[in-house]
């Protein structure tokens, strides 16, 4: 749920939870971590897309997203690619 919401409106519960004082306790070096695509719908993942850091791969199947560095060779901003689609629509639910 923080994925998908603001984190500070949540910040407060979460602090409070019951799950929280269990990850404090465990022994470090516990990473405490989830997977975007465990934790997120399709359609806000669809939405991910439009940021101009996404770039996919039509070969790998695959998406890169790093606002830091170049994406790999092969890879072009899914913005590029839905540009030259007639029906964007058809492009996203070929993504989806």
Not at 12 to 30: A, E, N, Q, R, V
Not at 44 to 52: A, I, K, S
Not at 70 to 84: D, E, H, Q, S, T
């Amino acid at each position: 749920m923080l994925v998908t919401a603001p984190h500070y409106s949540r910040l407060k519960k979460l602090l409070d939870s019951d799950l929280y004082h269990l990850f404090k306790l465990m022994p470090k070096p516990t990473v405490h971590h989830t997977h975007l695509t465990a934790c997120a719908d399709k359609e806000f993942l669809l939405r991910m897309t439009e940021q101009d850091e996404v770039y996919y791969s039509e070969k790998e199947k695959k998406f890169y997203c790093n606002g830091t560095k170049p994406a790999p060779i092969g890879y072009i901003p899914v913005n590029l690619l839905r540009a030259y689609e007639k029906d964007t629509k058809k492009f996203d639910d070929r993504l989806m």
